[in-house]
């Protein structure tokens, strides 16, 4: 369990509270109402989240990106869906959610520090309406007008095309959309195509490091890590173990600041592989 200890230590010392609780939670002796407690700390009245629970998004006021972050750390602690947290977030995506279906920033977002590449974001867009509505989905939360607000944006704006490239950000919609088991005519098309993805980007040796092989992997049970060869599976995880830094933490190739996030989703995938 060095692995482990070593982590702790790194987010013991940089990590921010709620990445603390979430290592806690996953990894030590914490309780998922921690997790929920620091998250709650982040969640406007509105019901979505702000105050750079996305780093990258410094603004108070409620994002889409921010939010999806949100969710996503619910997911992986389970917490229920009928949770006051979540119930909350739920009415803050169907009241501001756009009538092309996606989400956007208010313009209190952008009279904050926003990082470049938000600065200029193009709406509506797949990210993150697609993300939030496949988020939603694994809840079984969600109205039939927002879904079906989403369902006419996938329709008019997604293409096959976007899995055929080495950009990650292009695939994040289709790996979220779907990453809940439900109904849609094109859902094996798009995630059979995220499956050849990740085996054409091992090969190809486009992914910066193995946390974002393992991103839209997410488990052994997911629709791609049921498919992946074994020994691709094996030599990402060899390399994820290996990225472990002597700090204890996992790099990103983004801001320091994303670095505990990073460690923190590296043990999950570990440990999920039955590596730790």
Not at 14 to 22: L, S, T, V
Not at 82 to 96: F, K
Not at 204 to 216: C, G, K, L, M, R
Request: hydrophobic share 35%; glycine share 8%.
């Amino acid at each position: 369990m060095e692995i482990i200890e070593q982590a702790g230590a790194f987010i013991a010392r940089h990590g921010r509270a709620i990445d603390q609780a979430r290592f806690a939670y996953h990894f030590s002796t914490g309780d998922r109402d921690d997790v929920v407690a620091s998250l709650q700390t982040y969640q406007n009245e509105d019901g979505g989240f702000g105050h750079g629970l996305e780093p990258d998004i410094t603004a108070p006021a409620s994002n889409p990106f921010a939010t999806e972050l949100g969710l996503t750390y619910c997911v992986q602690a389970e917490v229920p869906p009928d949770h006051p947290l979540i119930r909350r977030t739920e009415a803050y995506l169907e009241q501001s959610q756009d009538d092309d279906g996606g989400w956007r920033f208010t313009p209190e977002v952008y009279a904050h520090p926003l990082a470049p590449w938000f600065q200029g974001w193009e709406w509506p867009n797949l990210n993150p309406a697609c993300t939030l509505g496949g988020l939603l989905r694994t809840y079984k939360l969600g109205s039939p007008q927002l879904h079906s607000k989403i369902e006419q944006l996938f329709s008019e704006r997604a293409t096959v095309t976007d899995l055929t490239g080495d950009d990650f950000y292009a695939v994040r919609p289709y790996a979220y959309y779907f990453m809940a088991d439900w109904q849609h005519p094109q859902r094996e098309l798009y995630l059979s195509g995220l499956l050849w993805w990740h085996i054409r980007g091992h090969f190809n040796n486009s992914f910066s490091d193995a946390s974002h092989f393992f991103a839209y992997v997410r488990s052994p049970d997911s629709y791609v890590g049921r498919r992946l060869p074994a020994h691709i599976i094996a030599a990402q995880l060899d390399r994820l173990e290996n990225e472990q830094q002597p700090d204890g933490g996992w790099p990103s190739p983004y801001a320091v600041h994303w670095r505990s996030p990073f460690t923190i989703d590296s043990l999950l995938m570990l440990r999920a592989f039955g590596r730790i």
